[in-house]
């Protein structure tokens, strides 16, 4: 069963850091791409950040020089490490392959920025 569980999130205020953790089971870890997507209530789930099994990234622009996401083989881990956070960063975060498994995904990370 493919599962991914999230950790990390939290309130901070403009300008702020936090390192989001996603931990992730039933799939062959080292193989698959990761990436981070995250969704504000009412809008659609968006792609923000991946890492490929070879260590190359791809961000969404918004978030270019600002997050960096890095992953863990050992430990079935992906991480994204935010900073300079901005209150438009406000979203639940969710880790997934890429592309991703469309009926695993966990409950997200609750981000908050406070302006």
């Known amino acids: 069963q493919v599962q991914f569980v999230e950790s990390g999130g939290g309130l901070v205020q403009t300008g702020g850091s936090l390192r989001l953790s996603c931990a992730a089971s039933g799939i062959t870890f080292r193989r698959d791409a990761m990436a981070w997507y995250r969704q504000v209530p009412g809008q659609q789930r968006v792609f923000i950040a991946a890492?490929?099994?070879?260590?190359?990234?791809n961000y969404l622009d918004s978030v270019k020089g600002r997050f960096t996401v890095s992953r863990d083989n050992a430990k079935n881990t992906v991480y994204l490490h935010m900073n300079s956070l901005k209150p438009e960063d406000t979203a639940i975060y969710y880790c997934n392959t890429l592309p991703f498994y469309a009926d695993s995904w966990g409950q997200g990370t609750q981000v908050t920025v406070s302006s």
């Open positions: 890492i490929s099994n070879a260590g190359n990234t």
